[in-house]
């Protein structure tokens, strides 16, 4: 079935410092992924929407300078978390689906960030 | 904003018991997703639901869609240790995007 693949699993970075993670779709073509944060115990929150070619779109209250997403081809979309900061630690997931999957959305593994 | 709320949100059963989840909105979904996901890991899709009424089962769960299509339920017949986890359900805001409930975590005893 159509993997999605992230990466790293886990980073630890210091405070001031950016991190980047990586969403692959490893057997489709997704021109469209998204990237969600969940806080321990919590709900996952729609972060962006990351377009192909085009600028990401951000959820209210999520600050776009901040979590800088690039869809540079039709398999991988990144998530830079500039000047993190301790309450930036989470774990990071992303989703996709290939056009023809209906409404089938793979989930990477997640990613867990924890800023020191 | 959470548009969708479910409850309860966390749950403390035996093995052997029945239990019911609830996901409500005031918001009209065109699909809803329920997924289950295990500590580190991403969710996993456990079953779509699309027409308002609609009921789906998959083994000892059985998933409902509410006639107006902005409620749901999961219920599960005689749990087990392996169905402990973080229940999600999910409404679908257009194509592939997908707005999480709350969350409902479930912990099943031997």
């Known amino acids: 079935g159509a993997v999605v693949s992230q990466h790293p699993s886990w980073v630890i970075c210091k405070s001031g410092t950016s991190v980047k993670i990586e969403c692959r779709s490893l057997d489709f073509q997704a021109t469209t992924m998204f990237w969600y944060r969940q806080f321990p115990k919590q709900s996952l929150m729609l972060m962006a929407t990351s377009n192909e070619g085009s600028k990401a779109t951000y959820e209210q209250g999520v600050e776009k300078d901040k979590f800088l997403i690039n869809h540079a081809s039709l398999t991988l979309s990144t998530l830079t978390v500039t000047s993190a900061h301790p309450e930036d630690s989470s774990f990071y997931i992303c989703?996709?689906?290939?056009?023809?999957?209906?409404?089938?959305?793979?989930f990477g593994e997640g990613s867990w960030l924890t800023v020191v | 904003t959470q548009l969708l709320e479910q409850s309860p949100q966390f749950l403390s059963i035996q093995e052997g018991e029945n239990l019911t989840v609830y996901c409500n909105s005031s918001s009209v979904f065109s699909s809803l997703q329920w997924y289950r996901q295990e500590p580190g890991e991403g969710p996993v899709l456990l079953v779509t639901v699309v027409t308002g009424g609609e009921v789906k089962k998959l083994k000892r769960l059985t998933f409902q869609f509410g006639d107006a299509r902005k409620d749901s339920s999961l219920h599960i017949t005689a749990a087990q240790p392996g169905d402990t986890g973080l229940y999600l359900c999910?409404?679908?805001?257009?194509?592939?995007?997908?707005?999480f409930g709350t969350g409902t975590r479930l912990l099943v005893s031997p």
């Open positions: 999910a409404g679908a805001q257009g194509f592939q995007k997908l707005v």
């Open positions: 989703s996709a689906a290939p056009g023809y999957s209906g409404n089938t959305i793979y």
